[in-house]
């Protein structure tokens, strides 16, 4: 499959974060959407079928634990990858039990989450 067939959306509050995170997924050929919370994450997942979805944890309104567990009552096969400054052990269990196929820690490196990508979408 060609990349720019491969559907990405990052939900993230943060606008640096989420246009960067995006920058990077599309200049590596992905076809990207970026969403600034959980609320609007879900209408785009609602209107368009991805492949993964990159979520922070942390936001206001919804965080990423209640969008994958909103996003699961239309969509069971989405790869989720959540990215966090708060990472535990609880949190990373809790989040794989709704789904979540990775879990990376911030700082994220755009090598990091180019891995991560690759590694999704060879599950």
Known sequence: MDKSEIKILVVDDEEHTRLGYAEVLKLEGYNVDAAENGLEGLKFAKNKS??????DLRMPEMDGAQFIENLRKFDKEVKVVVITAFGSFKSYKHLTSLGAVEYINKPVRAKDLKEAITKVLSL
């Open 50 to 55: 991805y492949d993964v979805i990159v979520t």
